[in-house]
């Protein structure tokens, strides 16, 4: 079994920074491209970023320059941080990894969401 467990969201005011942190861990042989989706009450989860092993990125254009992804593939670990945060960030945002486990099976695992708030 493989979880992710996600950290790093919470309430900021309008300009202000967050790191969000993913960590995935349990029967896992390796993980491929990981990413950051977020999800607005009555809305469809929508893509922010993903990046591959090999540290290929994308962004979606509402936080290019302004999101970082990033990862620490010795610890199967992704980060996004967000920076001049807008009200308009405010949602859930839940962490996605593609991973190889151990019974050499592809599969698509998600984190349950951390909130993050920001305050006009």
């Known amino acids: 079994q493989v979880q992710l467990v996600e950290s790093g969201g919470g309430l900021v005011q309008a300009g202000g920074s967050l790191r969000l942190s993913c960590a995935a861990s349990?029967?896992?042989?390796?993980?491929?491209?990981m990413g950051w989706y977020r999800q607005l009450p009555g809305k469809e989860r929508e893509s922010v970023a993903h990046?591959?092993?090999?540290?290929?990125?994308n962004y979606a254009d509402s936080v290019k320059g302004r999101f970082t992804i990033s990862r620490d593939n010795a610890r199967n670990t992704v980060y996004l941080q967000m920076n001049s945060l807008k009200p308009e960030d405010t949602a859930v945002y839940y962490c996605?990894?593609?991973?190889?486990?151990?019974?050499?099976?592809?599969?698509?695992?998600w984190g349950q969401g951390t909130q993050v708030i920001v305050s006009s």
């Open positions: 990046i591959t092993r090999r540290l290929s990125t």
């Open positions: 996605n990894a593609n991973v190889i486990d151990s019974s050499i099976i592809v599969r698509d695992y």
């Open positions: 349990g029967s896992i042989f390796s993980v491929n491209a």
